[in-house]
């Protein structure tokens, strides 16, 4: 939805292994967000950008570490994976430029840390 | 930080039925939105409301920022309205967003 796109859709991998996860618009849109929603808790804030390398904390950023060089991607990575960072995780992009702050997001990844 | 609740939890209506979902937040706002989750996964926006009301078709939304909620109306409920409705704030002067718990809807046919 909205040029958006999340890579890989799935992974399965050990803990304390590197993980990047890929979000890619083709919308031009200024921020981008990740999100992880996990049962009983809804989605919550990980990290977003607000333009080319300006990031900025969200509620569950520690473990987490994110990186936008270009407009149209924004990385997560999981320096060292834990099982608790298991869960869908979620991109979303705002701001066209035309004062429109709608949040559109993507398909979600699903990880799993075994 | 802001709270965000909605209520009611859980919800199953008649195919037809209409209903009334709601959120209340702890805190001034500058955004706030209406998604819904279908069954498969995929959020889709479905209102950007801070104040007033918007409308689209069978679905509706109120905001009052003053006394800190907004409503979600489903008229005429439909079994693809099924899923999960999570409304989500940004605190004024803020841009992190924090979602509710969500309602989940289930309409049978």
């Known amino acids: 939805d909205a040029g958006i796109t999340q890579s890989p859709r799935h992974k399965v991998t050990e803990t304390g292994t590197p993980v990047t996860l890929r979000c890619h618009q083709t919308?031009?849109?200024?921020?981008m967000y990740w999100y992880r929603q996990d049962p009983g808790h809804g989605l919550r804030l990980i990290h977003y950008?607000?333009?080319?390398?300006?990031?900025d904390k969200g509620e569950v950023s520690d473990g987490y570490s994110v990186s936008r060089s270009k407009t149209e991607d924004f990385l997560l990575t999981l320096e060292s994976a834990t099982s608790s960072q298991t869960s869908v995780y979620f991109c979303a992009i705002s701001d066209d430029g035309t004062g429109a702050y709608e949040q559109y997001f993507g398909p979600g990844t699903r990880l799993t840390v075994t | 930080g802001i709270q965000v609740e909605q209520s009611p939890p859980d919800l199953i209506l008649q195919e037809g039925a209409n209903s009334t979902l709601r959120c209340n937040f702890s805190d001034s706002v500058n955004n706030l939105q209406w998604f819904h989750q279908n069954p498969w996964g995929q959020l889709i926006n479905l209102f950007y409301?801070?104040?007033g009301t918007k409308q689209n078709g069978r679905l509706s939304a109120t905001t009052v920022a003053t006394e800190r909620y907004s409503l979600l109306y489903i008229s005429s409920s439909q079994t693809t309205d099924s899923g999960v409705y999570f409304c989500?704030?940004?605190?004024?002067?803020?841009?992190?967003?924090?979602f509710g718990a969500g309602t989940r809807l289930f309409v049978k046919a």
């Open positions: 989500a704030v940004e605190r004024s002067g803020g841009f992190k967003t924090i």
């Open positions: 409301i801070p104040s």
């Open positions: 950008s607000y333009g080319v390398k300006d990031t």
């Open positions: 919308e031009n849109h200024r921020y």
